[in-house]
C-alpha cells in the first residue's frame, strides 16, 4: 500500500492495458484510425499552458488534421456533455499574423475542420489561437483565455503493458532504476501509477490517490 508520504513519479507511470483500443491511464483513449491516443482536458488552461501540459505528457495539442480526427474531437466534446462549449486545438498563428497553422505546421486550409461562418474574426486584434465547437468547426480566440483542451500522443509513445513501464515506453529496468519495496508491485486497490517512498524503495500506488510528486525538466 502506498504511504501518504510517497512522492508520485511523473515519469514512472505504471500503466495497464493493450496499445490498441480501449481506454489508457490518464484519460487517453485510443484512435485506430489515427493510431494515435487522444484525451480531451476538461480542467480550463490558457493556450499556452495547455500546449504545455500536452507536452509534458509526451504529445502536443491535437489539430483537426483528418475527417477521422475532426470527428474523434467532436464525439469527445459529445461524450463529455460539451457540445455547447469550446475547446483548445493546436492550430495557431502565434508565428506569423493571420496565417493559422497546426502544431505540426499545416495551414489551417490543409485541416479537415473548416471555419465558423464570419470567422476568423481577430476580434480586437487577440485572437491568434482557435478553439473548435461541437459541430466540428473552428473560431479563432485570444490565448488567454481559460478554456479546456485536445491532446494527442502518438503511438510509439505510450507503449502499455501489465508489466509497468515509464510512461515514455521505457521499462524501469532501462529507465535506470527498479528498486521496488519488498512484495511491490502488488496492485492493490486498482495500483496502476508508480511512487517512491521516503526510503527510496519503488512503490505502486491508486492513481487517484493525493500526494506530492516530483516534474522532470530536460535542460535545454
Known amino acids: 500500500m502506498c504511504k501518504t508520504y510517497c512522492f508520485i513519479l511523473t515519469s514512472v507511470i505504471l500503466l495497464q492495458g493493450k496499445a490498441t483500443g480501449g481506454p489508457v491511464r490518464m484519460g487517453y483513449e485510443y484512435m485506430p484510425e489515427e493510431d494515435a491516443w487522444l484525451r480531451l482536458h476538461i480542467e480550463p488552461a490558457i493556450w499556452p499552458d495547455a500546449r504545455l501540459r500536452c507536452h509534458l505528457e509526451g504529445g502536443a495539442l491535437a489539430s483537426p488534421t483528418t475527417s477521422a480526427m475532426t470527428k474523434a474531437l467532436v464525439a469527445m466534446l459529445a461524450a463529455n456533455k460539451m457540445t455547447m462549449r469550446h475547446a483548445y486545438i493546436g492550430v495557431h498563428a502565434l508565428l506569423s499574423k493571420g496565417e493559422f497553422m497546426s502544431m505540426e505546421g499545416i495551414p489551417m ?21 482557435v478553439v473548435l465547437d461541437g459541430a466540428g468547426e473552428a473560431i ?19 507503449i502499455v503493458n501489465k508489466c509497468g ?47 506530492l510528486f516530483i516534474c522532470e525538466v530536460t535542460p535545454k
Not at 479563432?140 to 505510450?158: G, H, I
Not at 521499462?171 to 535506470?176: D, K, R
Open 109 to 129: 486550409g490543409n485541416l479537415s475542420a473548416r471555419w465558423r461562418e464570419g470567422e476568423p474574426n481577430n476580434m480586437k486584434n487577440e485572437e491568434d489561437c
Open 140 to 158: 479563432d480566440v485570444s490565448c488567454s483565455t481559460p478554456r479546456p483542451y485536445f491532446c494527442r500522443k502518438e503511438s510509439t509513445r505510450m
Open 165 to 211: 513501464t515509464t510512461a515514455d515506453g521505457q521499462t524501469l529496468s532501462e529507465a535506470g532504476y527498479e528498486g521496488w519495496r519488498h512484495n511491490e508491485p502488488n496492485n492493490v486497490e486498482k495500483e496502476f501509477c508508480g511512487a517512491i517512498d521516503r526510503d527510496g524503495y519503488l512503490n505502486n500506488c491508486p492513481c487517484d490517490r493525493f500526494a
